[in-house]
Each structure stands twice: as C-alpha cells, then as structure tokens.
C-alpha cells in the first residue's frame, strides 16, 4: 500500500522499553533475529513506511540502535514501573509536534503491518484500534483530547480510556497481526511461519 504522505497532524509512537523477562533467550526479546533484522526493527521499519508523521521510539531496559532511523527517542527512567510510564514518556515528546492523535504499537509486535499504522492515522475517531480477525489490537488511535485521562502507574497503557470509552471506539479491520513475542516459544512459533505469514 502506498505511505501516506505527512500531514502532520498524528504522530507514531512505537513502546519498546520493557525488560520482556518472559523471554528465555539469550538475548532481549526485541533483539531476536527474524530474517536477518531484529524483532524491534521489523516493528519499526513498518511505522516509518506508513509515514504518518513524526515518529518516537521509547527505550528503557535495553538500548536500541536507533542510529539509522530519523525517530525521537524518548528514554523511559522509570520504565520498571509498567507501561504506563512508558506512554506518558512518549506523550511528553509527542505534545512537542502538537498533534491531534497518537497512533501507538508495540515494538514486541513485528506482524503489524505498514498499513495498519496507515489505517490508524486515517481514522478521525477519538479514539480507534486495529481489529485482527474480530479481536482488537495495536496500533491504537488515542486522541489529544484524551491525553490527560491516561494512566500515570501502573503495567497498562490505554485499556482503561478504551474501556470508559467502549461505545465510542472506531474498530478498524487490519491486515498483518498483533501476535506479541513474549517468549521464546513465541519466537520459535513465528519462525515456523513463512516470510509474508504470521501465527
């Protein structure tokens, strides 16, 4: 699908600061090899092809080599207190772009697609996820309007604002999928896949 071209209205935040320490392997989860690229790479590589505005990248427990790729990376010290943390990190350097949304995934999450992001960020809802066979998933629409009424602790993200907002959410059906690589039988299970498949 062609990338949408930037309109500077969104911004795309990719969460990778968790010590993923269901992960077995002898490396962090994000840095597991597919394909010659690392988990978090393939994440990211989608983001920036659907070209939807500024995008920012949170770290914490493990450095990614963000050297390579034109991203804001927002450093999450407190990132062992749950994913929380991490999106107000984000949130703080996405206020900077002045944007009426943030479209949101997770970096552990190497299936979701360029179009998706795209779909996200065409949606004008307040607030929007991508749906994979029937079932909701990342990316999701998270409006400025709402920023506030996000979480400040705790181990969750916008579960809470979809949750108080259920009647109002824009459910957008996506290619590609939301499999989380939480452990190495995970990684093992998407190997088994081909190259344009997912589990």
């Not at 989860?29 to 989608?46: F, P, Y």
């Not at 997770?106 to 960020?121: C, H, R, S, Y």
């Not at 705790?154 to 109002?168: N, S």
Request: charged share 20%; with cysteine; hydrophobic share 40%.
């Amino acid at each position: 699908m062609e990338a949408m071209a930037s309109a500077g209205n969104t911004v795309g935040i990719l969460l990778a600061a968790g010590a993923g320490s269901r992960f077995s392997g002898e490396t962090h989860k994000l840095h597991a090899n597919i394909g010659g690229l690392c988990v978090w790479e393939h994440s990211l590589n989608e983001l920036i092809a659907a070209d939807i505005g500024p995008t920012i990248v949170v770290t914490g427990a493990v450095v990614l080599d963000l050297a390579n790729y034109e991203v804001h990376e927002a450093l999450n010290h407190r990132w062992s207190e749950g994913q929380s943390t991490s999106l107000r990190a984000a949130i703080d350097v996405a206020a900077q772009f002045d944007p009426e949304a943030a479209i949101i995934g997770l970096a552990d999450q190497p299936g979701i697609t360029t179009e998706a992001w795209i779909k996200l960020a065409r949606s004008t809802a307040t607030l929007a996820t991508a749906i994979y066979d029937d079932s909701p998933g990342h990316p999701v629409r998270i409006a400025a309007s709402l920023w506030p009424e996000l979480p400040e602790s705790g181990d969750f993200g916008a579960r809470a604002l979809l949750r108080k907002y259920e009647d109002h959410v824009e459910r957008i059906p996506c290619s590609g999928s939301a499999f989380d690589i939480d452990t190495t039988k995970d990684l093992d299970q998407w190997l088994k896949q081909s190259p344009t498949s997912s589990p």
